[in-house]
Nanobody, 116 residues
Framework: QVQLVESGGGLVQPGGSLRLSCAAS????????MSWYRQAPGKERELVAT????????NHADSVKGRFTISRDNAKNAVYLQMNSLKPEDTAVYYC?????????WGQGTQVTVSS
């Protein structure tokens, strides 16, 4: 079955960097777009970034554009989110997502906390 496992979250000071990873299994990874979402306490889950199956096209939310970069390694069945210049408002649980055969799959999430 489809499994998505995130890692790389943690506590970081404002202005710092983190790299999130998502290990995928159970489907033909290189064929499908992958996304990162985040959910802050008391807020709705929001789309952060998306990358196409072959990685040629990416989209980033305006709130993270220029600071975050989504990428993927199809040989490793992994998708990444490089987060630079982190701000306190980036604090959230970050989730990896894919839609496979019309079903949306989520990982368990990884907590990112930006605080001094």
């Amino acid at each position: 079955q489809v499994q998505l496992v995130e890692s790389g979250g943690g506590l970081v000071q404002p202005g710092g960097s983190l790299r999130l990873s998502c290990a995928a299994s159970g489907f033909t990874f290189g064929t499908y777009a992958m996304s990162w979402y985040r959910q802050a306490p008391g807020k709705e889950r929001e789309l952060v970034a998306t990358i196409t199956g072959l990685g040629g096209i990416t989209n980033h939310a305006d709130s993270v554009k220029g600071r975050f970069t989504i990428s993927r390694d199809n040989a490793k069945n992994a998708v990444y989110l490089q987060m630079n210049s982190l701000k306190p408002e980036d604090t959230a649980v970050y989730y990896c997502n894919t839609v496979w055969r019309f079903i949306s799959y989520w990982g368990q999430g990884t907590q990112v906390t930006v605080s001094s």
